[in-house]
């Protein structure tokens, strides 16, 4: 079993910036692949950005590529996603999530745990 939770959301103006941490408890956290969705109000849940166990590969969706980025520090067991460049349709609840699959790709069933989530809003 693996806890998830999530912190440094919050309000900012359009291009600023906000570093979102997820701090995991439980299992060994460096066994997990660690991704980050978010979901704006009337929408699925879709995904961010996805870093390999040992850090050693990263994704984007296209959306967010240049403006975010996603690390991990496997002594800290804990997993962040550095956003710049904000903007009004960044706004939502993100989300953190484990998975055990190597290489996890965008689908949340890939994932096993989850955050309760974190609201991120952009004002324009």
């Known amino acids: 079993q693996v806890q998830l939770v999530e912190s440094g959301g919050g309000l900012v103006q359009t291009g600023g910036s906000l570093r979102l941490s997820c701090a995991a408890s439980?299992?060994?956290?460096?066994?997990?692949?660690m991704g980050w969705f978010r979901q704006a109000p009337g929408k699925e849940r879709v995904f961010v950005a996805a870093i390999r166990r040992n850090a050693g590969g990263t994704y984007y969706r296209d959306s967010v590529k240049g403006r975010f980025t996603i690390t991990r520090d496997n002594v800290k067991n804990t997993a962040y996603l550095q956003m710049n460049s904000l903007k009004p349709e960044d706004t939502a609840v993100y989300y953190c999530?484990?998975?055990?699959?190597?290489?996890?790709?965008?689908?949340?069933?890939?994932?096993?745990?989850w955050g309760r989530g974190t609201q991120v809003t952009v004002s324009s």
């Open positions: 999530a484990a998975s055990s699959v190597y290489s996890p790709g965008s689908t949340p069933n890939e994932y096993n745990y």
């Open positions: 439980g299992r060994t956290f460096s066994s997990y692949a």
